[in-house]
Structure formats: structure tokens, C-alpha cells
């Protein structure tokens, strides 16, 4: 006979637990977290967490485990809902939480949902720095407070700062291009944090805090300044006094290719020469047909000069002077060119957000 794994009791051949001690399993998990979601929307204390975590383990056979369980699914669910900005009360819940509920950090922690809450909480402390106006020293004051509550690793806050960062660069770039000062206020913050804003992480290729820097330097274009020179390393020649200015990697190159084709009509009569073989006499008019089709010329780095736009790739390079462009099509993860000349074919490059190359046609010294 089997025994109920709940009330311990028999629960028949073959079976493991009654159907009424897992309805009532069932429902305890539900009230314990429906009782853990109100403690942290400050709608609860602790000691009426407790006191019904000990109603729950007695009456619906609720394990140390399945506390653990519940308490993580709160926690991980609080990240998620937490109004921004970070306050002294949002650490205070916390800190009686973790300090009475009994369970260990590594057990609460055990599917990340401290790591998930402690960078949610650093992330909204520094964003106070741009919401609130507040001084770098002071948000690093308060990020310390956070992470001694919740410990998270250097990735984590690297993580939490290019989050910040980019919603800051978004929000200032939804006026046009940044100003002086909101540069400084964006660099002020990246420097603190020591963000890799130069060898951004891949999946902030095309990012707002891309389009930062790229702002910065039409800038100073704009404003006759050269812009900084990062360490390109492209193996292309450069005439004298051509620079680079930004490129692309992992471009791919698309051209235009013609071909023709020869149609005719054939009109009058056709008559048997021999056997299988057949003659028409009359008219026959015949013309040319195009066809446009655009070829994957391959993958290589897109790089764009104060004079010219060159990719490079093993498999074929291509220089557009600036001169010669007699049309540009911008699209969302890419541009067309059309430059001038009898026999100029269309080229498409893929891979990147052309807002900057449309930005930097405006405004370069043609």
C-alpha cells in the first residue's frame, strides 16, 4: 500500500498522495504567496507572514521546501512590479525579510531571484542620478547600501549601469541630437561606473548609447572639430587628410546585377526541310529584356571616412565617394546607394542602423 506523502497516512496500491491532501497542498502554495506579494507592496508584516507560514505548514502540509520555493517566486515577482525610484522603505522591506523569514540566501537565491532583485534595485538607484538630478557621489553612496543588502557581481552592475545608461540615452535623444551638457552628464555617469562604452557588449550594437557617441561626434563635425579617433584597425588605405570616423563590422554588401535576355516573335510560314527538320519564312522581330536582381557580394566592415563610405571583405572591396552619391535610402537595419555614372549599379549594405550615416550626410563638409 502506498502512503500519502502529505498526511503520511495510506493512500491505496499505487498511490503516492490523496486527492484531497494535494488540493489542500495546492491551495496552501497559493495563499503563501498571495501573503508573501502583499508583505512586499507593504501591505503585510513579517510576523503575519510567519504566523501563516506556520498555519500552512500544519494544515496544508506545506515543506521547507516549498517555503523556499514560494519566497524565491515572491521575490523574483517584486522585481518585476518595484516602482522606481529605489526608497530607504523598499530596503527596509527587504532587510526584515531576509533577516526573519528563516531560509537561507543561498536557497532563496537558488534560481537567481536575489541577483535578479539586487541588480533591479542597483539599476533604479542609479537611474535616480538622471531622474532626480542627483549627485554622482551621493547615487554611489547609495548603490553601496544596496549591495550590502543584496551582494551582485561585477557583471550584474555593469549590466544594471549600460541599462541606465541607455535609457538615459534614449530619453535625451528623443529631442534630436544631445547637448553639451547632457553629453557631460552621460559621461560623468559612464566614467563613474567604468562602463565599456567603447567596446560595447554585442547586443547594444545599434543601442541608444551607440547613437551617444555617434551624436557626440556629428557634434563636433558640426562644429568644425575633428572627432575622436578610436583604434580602428580596417586594413584599408587612406588618402591624405581622409580619417575614419565610425565603422561597421559584420556588414553584408549586396549589388545590383543586370542581366539580359533575348525574346523574339516569329510571324509567317514554316515549312518541312527534311525529316525533324522545319523552316519558317516571314517576319521575326525580337528585343532585349533587363533583368535587376541584387547579389550577396559577402560580409566584411563598412567604414565610413570624412570622404568617402568603403567597405572592406576579403571577398570584394568597394570605395563610394561622397561626391558621387546621387541617392541614399535609409533603412531600419541598413542603406541603399545610388552613385553616379552610365553604368553605377545599386549597392545595399545590411546590418546596422543607419540613423547615424543619414545624420553625418547632413552635416559632413562635402
Known sequence: MGQCK???QS????????????????QGIAELLAYLNAYFNGMGSISSVLHKIKTLQADNYLSKEDI?????????????????????????IVDIFLNNIGIPRTA??????????????YQGTLMSYFAENEPMAKVEKRTQIVTRLLPISSELKESAGLVALDKAAHKYLSNGLITDSEQAHLDDFSTALGLPVNNLPAKYKGSDIEKMQQA?????????????????????????????????PNV????????????????GWSYRVCKGVYYRTGGSKGHSIEHSSMEN?????LVLTNKNIIFYS????????????IGVTPYSDGVELQKDGANAKRQVFQGFDSWFIMNLLSVINI
Open 6 to 8: 502529505y498526511c503520511g
Open 11 to 26: 493512500a491505496g496500491l499505487f498511490s503516492h498522495a490523496h486527492k484531497v491532501c494535494e488540493e489542500k497542498h495546492k
Open 68 to 92: 523556499a520555493t514560494c519566497c524565491s517566486k515572491a521575490i523574483e515577482h517584486y522585481a518585476d512590479v518595484v516602482k522606481l525610484p529605489i526608497t530607504k522603505q523598499h530596503l527596509q
Open 108 to 121: 532563496l537565491n537558488r534560481t537567481g531571484a536575489l541577483d535578479v532583485l539586487g541588480k533591479r534595485f
Open 216 to 248: 557626440s561626434i556629428l557634434r563636433r563635425i558640426q562644429s568644425g572639430q575633428f572627432p575622436p579617433q578610436n583604434n580602428f584597425t580596417v586594413p584599408i588605405m587612406l588618402a591624405s587628410g581622409e580619417y575614419i570616423i565610425w565603422q561597421y
Open 252 to 267: 553584408t554588401m549586396y549589388q545590383e546585377k543586370i542581366t539580359k535576355e533575348w525574346v523574339g516573335r516569329s510571324s
Open 297 to 301: 557580394v559577402g560580409v566584411g566592415t
Open 314 to 325: 576579403p571577398q570584394k572591396s568597394s570605395k563610394v565617394p561622397y561626391k558621387k552619391l
